[in-house]
């Protein structure tokens, strides 16, 4: 079983940043692909972005492609989302997301949330006008 937790979420002025953070327990976090999802308020669950399990090869949803940075820390069991240049439409609860099947991040499936097989419990973002 995999148990992840987010933190850093919090209330910012549209044009500022903020940094989440997912720690993930489990022996095998390096061979889980990561991801980041959003659901705002009367909205469905949208993707956020993704990241493969070094690192090396990420996805954005154009929403935030440009302003929004994925990374991991596969020693510390952790991934983060860097967000910068924070709009009002970026209001949501973020959520961390691991697919633990030990397969290859596939842009042909990172953005279905129904592929990822663990959640984070949320975390609020709220951006201000």
């Known amino acids: 079983q995999v148990q992840l937790v987010e933190s850093g979420g919090g209330l910012v002025q549209a044009g500022g940043s903020l940094r989440l953070s997912c720690a993930a327990s489990?022996?095998?976090?390096?061979?889980?692909?990561m991801g980041w999802f959003r659901q705002a308020p009367g909205k469905e669950r949208e993707f956020v972005a993704a990241?493969?399990?070094?690192?090396?090869?990420?996805y954005y949803s154009d929403s935030v492609k440009g302003r929004f940075t994925i990374s991991r820390d596969n020693a510390k069991n952790t991934e983060y989302l860097h967000m910068n240049s924070l709009k009002p439409e970026d209001t949501a609860v973020y959520y961390c997301?691991?697919?633990?099947?030990?397969?290859?991040?596939?842009?042909?499936?990172?953005?279905?949330?129904?592929?990822?097989?663990?959640w984070g419990q949320g975390t609020q973002v709220t951006v201000s006008s």
């Open positions: 990241i493969s399990w070094s690192g090396g090869l990420t």
């Open positions: 489990g022996r095998t976090f390096s061979r889980y692909v």
């Open positions: 997301t691991a697919d633990a099947k030990g397969r290859g991040l596939g842009s042909n499936w990172c953005d279905r949330d129904y592929e990822y097989d663990y």
